[in-house]
């Protein structure tokens, strides 16, 4: 979604074909992300006009608001991708929630010293063993992350300080001591994973594309939402995107 007259859908296309995409509009097997269109519309061209800014800004709003996966097929939140990947895998939303603002704030870009990616934060090796190809695509990555922690809890009888304990440090260690390793990380995030379970995880309201969506399917569902918003500054600024983007 590249393009700023923003240059032209054409060339957004680029980006949508060349690599996962960041908008956060999904279906299960649908991911492209308006993120990236976000961060191309973010950059200032020499031609863009004054105002584009704080057009970019009413665009990414708009997008992630529940107009999106109430109104767009194709669309779903954050949540719902957890509340998926909780049935599917029979891990508890609020554990997937409480592990992921642990592990990334919530962030599908997060790489960490070691290398672990993603909202997950899932390790290269641990990936292959899984299928788990795009680590970066939120979809697949919250899905992965939770195949991984079913498999700690099945391990370790549905203790769920062992199954963290082993998602961190691995399993070896947790059999190795018994039970939670003497690691002052280790525990660390034990135990901020239980708080955080008792709380309830902040999880942003954050809408996911699929990273496979056509060109002609990002499209019409950005039409569809123009239509959908109610008029007012967004609806204003978010048509006067649209139209330098070549979307109207």
């Known amino acids: 979604m590249k393009s700023i007259r923003y240059r032209k859908l054409i060339d957004i296309s680029e980006v949508i074909e060349g690599k996962s995409m960041k908008i956060s509009v999904v279906s299960p097997g649908a991911s492209v992300i308006y993120e990236d269109v976000m961060q191309a519309l973010s950059k200032k061209e020499s031609t863009a006009k004054a105002?584009?800014?704080?057009?970019?800004?009413?665009?990414?709003?708009?997008?992630?608001?529940?107009?999106?996966?109430?109104?767009?097929?194709?669309?779903?939140?954050?949540?719902?991708?957890?509340?998926?990947?909780?049935?599917?895998?029979?891990?508890?939303?609020?554990?997937?929630?409480?592990?992921?603002?642990?592990?990334?704030?919530?962030?599908?870009?997060?790489?960490?010293?070691?290398?672990?990616?993603?909202?997950?934060?899932?390790?290269?090796?641990?990936?292959?063993?899984?299928?788990?190809?795009?680590?970066?695509?939120?979809?697949?990555?919250?899905?992965?992350?939770?195949n991984y922690i079913s498999q700690k809890l099945k391990e370790f009888g549905g203790n769920v300080d062992n199954a963290l304990a082993a998602y961190n440090a691995g399993s070896s260690a947790v059999k190795e001591y018994g039970g939670v390793p003497p690691y002052g990380e280790t525990q660390s995030y034990v135990k901020n994973i239980k708080a955080i379970m008792k709380r309830g995880a902040d999880v942003p309201y954050t809408n996911y594309i699929s990273r496979t969506a056509s060109k002609e399917q990002l499209e019409a569902d950005l039409k569809t939402l123009l239509r959908e918003i109610p008029e007012g500054e967004e609806y204003t600024l978010l048509k006067q995107t649209l139209a330098e983007m070549n979307y109207l």
């Open 51 to 146: 105002g584009s800014s704080s057009a970019s800004k009413a665009f990414q709003k708009a997008l992630n608001t529940k107009t999106v996966s109430e109104k767009i097929p194709s669309a779903t939140s954050y949540k719902d991708i957890f509340i998926e990947a909780s049935k599917k895998y029979g891990v508890s939303y609020d554990l997937l929630t409480a592990m992921a603002q642990q592990e990334s704030g919530f962030n599908p870009d997060a790489v960490s010293r070691s290398g672990a990616m993603g909202i997950m934060q899932i390790m290269p090796e641990t990936a292959k063993g899984l299928g788990l190809e795009h680590p970066f695509d939120a979809y697949e990555n919250i899905m992965a992350g939770a």
